[in-house]
């Protein structure tokens, strides 16, 4: 069966700071994969998403980045955290052949400081 | 671009009494999903609508895409206190097969 992973689960950063949240499937090959923010009681902001190794794109300007170096690993970053960037980060794969929805990873709570 | 719009933002019902949730696209949709959220969890795919005037149940979820898919519904009968959740809809746009655009959700409540 196909299993998402994401950590860390909660993380508190200075502004300022460097960013790296990473996201790994398992059970299943080629998955589109996305990264989405959540702010506090909102709706989910698409952030990234990637059809392929290598392949990214970015929805939202802003100091994020993006990438996936292997089939089923995605990876968030930033060079310098900004306050603002305060949020619940979730991941997200879907099948190719868009026959479910989306899976979740169960999220990471950032809060810049 | 393309929007979602969800209403009522909040809702709050006693034990057993029904609630709803209406999303609204402003472009005709290729197939719209429902997620539930409860409280400090992550959505979980509930459905996904492809028809044109399609209705599917799930016990006491009732989901419905309109007819000219730019809008969807999701009905609870006789709510539960394990009901309790943000209840999103999410829209697929034909073309844009990689993304989807969330609503902002609806935050229902149960009293016991």
């Known amino acids: 069966s196909q299993t998402i992973h994401q950590w860390p689960a909660t993380l508190v950063q200075p502004v300022g700071s460097p960013l790296s949240l990473e996201c790994t499937v398992e059970?299943?090959?080629?998955?589109?994969l996305y990264w989405y923010r959540q702010a506090a009681g909102r709706g989910l902001q698409l952030l990234f998403y990637s059809v392929g190794i290598g392949q990214i794109s970015s929805e939202v300007p802003q100091n994020l980045s993006a990438s996936r170096p292997q089939d089923r690993q995605f990876i968030l970053s930033s060079k310098k955290l900004l306050l603002s960037d305060s949020g619940f980060y979730l991941c997200?794969?879907?099948?190719?052949?868009?026959?479910?929805?989306?899976?979740f990873g169960s999220g990471t709570r950032l809060t810049v400081v | 671009g393309q929007q979602v719009m969800q209403i009522p933002q909040y809702q709050h019902v006693q034990e057993g009494e029904d609630f709803t949730t209406y999303c609204n696209s402003s472009?005709?949709?290729?197939?719209i999903q429902w997620y539930k959220q409860r409280p400090g969890g992550h959505p979980v795919f509930l459905i996904q609508l492809v028809k044109s005037g399609e209705v599917k149940k799930q016990k006491r979820l009732t989901f419905q895409f309109g007819e000219a898919k730019k809008n969807s519904s999701l009905h609870i009968t006789a709510t539960q206190t394990t009901d309790v959740g943000t209840y999103f809809c999410a829209g697929q746009v034909g073309g844009s097969n990689y993304k989807l655009t969330f609503g902002k959700g609806t935050l229902l409540t149960v009293n016991p």
């Open positions: 997200a794969w879907r099948a190719i052949d868009r026959a479910y929805g989306y899976t």
């Open positions: 472009t005709t949709l290729s197939n």
């Open positions: 059970g299943t090959s080629n998955p589109n």
